[in-house]
């Protein structure tokens, strides 16, 4: 089963850049907002994001807040990863295949299309354009305002 809270917090390449720079260390945030050009509270929801993963972790420093990452949980994805770059080893797909090529061709029928219909215009009815016109819409008065304004 893939580790799929962890793939959804990679998907971003934002997310994936902070990855990148917390690879080298904890850092503020201040420091991780410098390196994008998007806003700090952007910043704030894509650290959330990694933090719900657990992909990363927040820790108070006096003022400023430090985030460090926690490569191990990377590990799942990685052996997900390198499990689905493995061929599987099997001979069913090799059975069908030789199943399918020893069967009965069976030559398909074309389908036999139905002729287009004949429409014949002096059947089609005649509309009078005289006797089905529209009459326009009165307009509407607007009402004055009881306040005095008409604006």
Same mark, same amino acid.
């Given at each position: 089963?893939?580790? /799929? ?12 850049? /902070? ?13 991780? *907002? &410098?390196?994008?050009?998007? &806003? ?16 990363? &972790?927040? =820790? =108070? ?27 599987? !080893? ?7 295949? *030789?199943?399918? &090529? ?21 059947? !089609?009815?005649?509309?009078?354009? *005289? ?7 009165? =307009?509407?008065?607007?009402? /004055? ?7």
């Amino acid at each position: 089963m893939p580790p /799929i809270a962890v793939l959804v917090a990679l998907a971003d390449p934002t997310r994936c850049r /902070i990855i990148e720079i917390l690879h080298d260390g904890p850092q503020p945030v201040h420091v991780l *907002a &410098s390196s994008f050009k998007i &806003s700090r509270p952007a910043i704030s929801r894509h650290l959330r994001v990694l933090k719900q993963a657990r992909l990363i &972790s927040e =820790k =108070k420093l006096g003022r400023e807040n430090r985030y460090a990452l926690h490569a191990e949980k990377l590990k799942p994805v990685g052996e997900w990863v390198a499990a689905m770059r493995e061929p599987v !080893l099997t001979d069913k797909p090799v059975k069908l295949l *030789a199943r399918a &090529s020893t069967a009965k061709k069976v030559a398909a029928k074309p389908a036999e299309a139905a002729p287009p219909p004949i429409v014949r215009l002096d059947a !089609l009815p005649t509309l009078d354009v *005289a006797d089905k016109a529209v009459a326009p819409k009165p =307009k509407r008065e607007v009402p /004055i305002s009881q306040m005095g304004f008409d604006f």
